[in-house]
Nanobody, 123 residues
Framework: QVQLVESGGGLVQAGGSLRLSCAAS????????MGWFRQAPGKEREFVAT???????MYADSVKGRFTISRDNAKNTVYLQMNSLKPEDTAIYYC?????????????????WGQGTQVTVSS
């Protein structure tokens, strides 16, 4: 069983930056595709960014050019660097891992989920 633990959320002013981290248990982290999703109050969970086992990346249009996903297989950790934050980025951010190694923007493309970390951007 893989466990994912997010950290790095918090309160930031618009225009600021945060870096989220997601630490994974397990010895096969390098084989997983990893993704970040977010869910704002009253809204469905939505795709943010993903990185494959081969380091290919994909982003939602709403964050492209502002957010960067990366991974450090030696530390079993995936990161989401968030710059130029906007109030509409406010949400709970979830880390997800997929066994296939192929990235996906779909919720069902992932087998494991973290508990989430709150990001609040004030105007």
């Amino acid at each position: 069983q893989v466990q994912l633990v997010e950290s790095g959320g918090g309160l930031v002013q618009a225009g600021g930056s945060l870096r989220l981290s997601c630490a994974a248990s397990g010895r096969t982290f390098s084989n997983y595709a990893m993704g970040w999703f977010r869910q704002a109050p009253g809204k469905e969970r939505e795709f943010v960014a993903t990185i494959s086992s081969g380091y290919s990346t994909m982003y939602a249009d709403s964050v492209k050019g502002r957010f960067t996903i990366s991974r450090d297989n030696a530390k079993n950790t995936v990161y989401l660097q968030m710059n130029s934050l906007k109030p509409e980025d406010t949400a709970i951010y979830y880390c997800a891992g997929g066994n296939t190694g192929v990235f996906s923007s779909r919720l069902y493309g992932y087998d494991y989920w973290g508990q989430g970390t709150q990001v609040t951007v004030s105007s």
